[in-house]
């Protein structure tokens, strides 16, 4: 056991102020402990898609691949399961014909998303756009760029850690920024993303990235509803 613990240390990704536990089995939602007791899991969203425990549907699509083939690059072998999933997500979203890029987490997400916006912007307008306007409490990633552009720079302290990037607006979420959203919305949230993108000229700015609900360093924070904001509907419609 000793000896588990001082590799458990150096395992930096894991680090965390709260004490180990073992599970021995799951079902769901519940990982199940030695003692007989058992822990809802409800880290769905941190680090992957939490889809449940022991999900037979999830373990016959493993099986059917694994007798298949388990690795298989997109340019050597018809992707057939990366065509399948890019139609439900386009079908899921209502945009049927909309292209997609997958990636293998988060961070490199966020990264395709922002090299895709830049590129289409400046094929389209001919502008040279490139800057990137995040909130004051926001977590696009752990890679340098991601870390950089984030609103919640306690994970990146340094300013000359972030390459020129940080926040721009406050966060829109109505817990954090003191505006009241009384009877049929307020323009606040929308008017400061705006008054960023003027400060630092439309022709400059690629993209806006907002977290729909703020998780990581807010705790799941939800900005208005559309159909109650109407100065989120003006912005959206004037952009």
């Known amino acids: 056991m000793d000896r588990y613990l001082s590799h458990r240390e150096r395992l930096l990704t894991s680090s965390r ?5 073992e599970a021995v089995g799951s079902d769901g939602p519940w990982l199940h402990l030695a003692d ?13 898609a939490n889809v449940g425990q022991g999900s037979p549907a999830v373990f016959s699509r493993i099986e059917k691949q694994f007798s298949r083939y ?9 992707p057939h399961i990366q065509l399948e999933l890019m139609d439900r997500l386009c079908q899921a979203v209502g945009r049927p014909e909309d292209s997609v890029a997958l990636t293998t987490c988060g961070s490199l997400g966020v990264e395709v998303a922002v090299g895709l916006a830049r590129n289409i ?29 984030a609103g919640n720079q306690v994970r990146n302290p340094r300013p000359e850690d972030r ?28 008017g400061e993303v705006a008054r960023a993108i003027d400060s630092r000229g439309a022709e400059n700015v690629a993209a ?32």
């Open 70 to 78: 388990t690795f298989g690059g997109a340019a050597v072998v018809h």
């Open 36 to 48: 007989g007791r058992r822990i809802f899991d409800g880290s769905s969203g941190l680090l992957c």
């Open 17 to 21: 102020p709260l004490p180990d536990f």
């Open 208 to 239: 806006v990235l907002i977290e729909p609900v703020n998780g990581t360093t807010g705790g799941a924070f939800v900005p208005p509803r559309a159909a109650t904001c109407a100065g989120c509907r003006r912005f959206a419609g004037s952009r």
């Open 163 to 190: 390459c020129g990037l940080g926040p721009s607006f406050p966060a829109p979420y109505p817990p954090t920024h003191g505006h009241a959203h009384e009877g049929h919305g307020c323009d606040a949230c929308a």
């Open 121 to 149: 912007v400046r094929v389209r307008d001919g502008k040279q756009r490139g800057e990137i306007l995040t909130s004051d409490l926001s977590y696009h990633g752990n890679s340098v760029f991601t870390l950089g552009v």
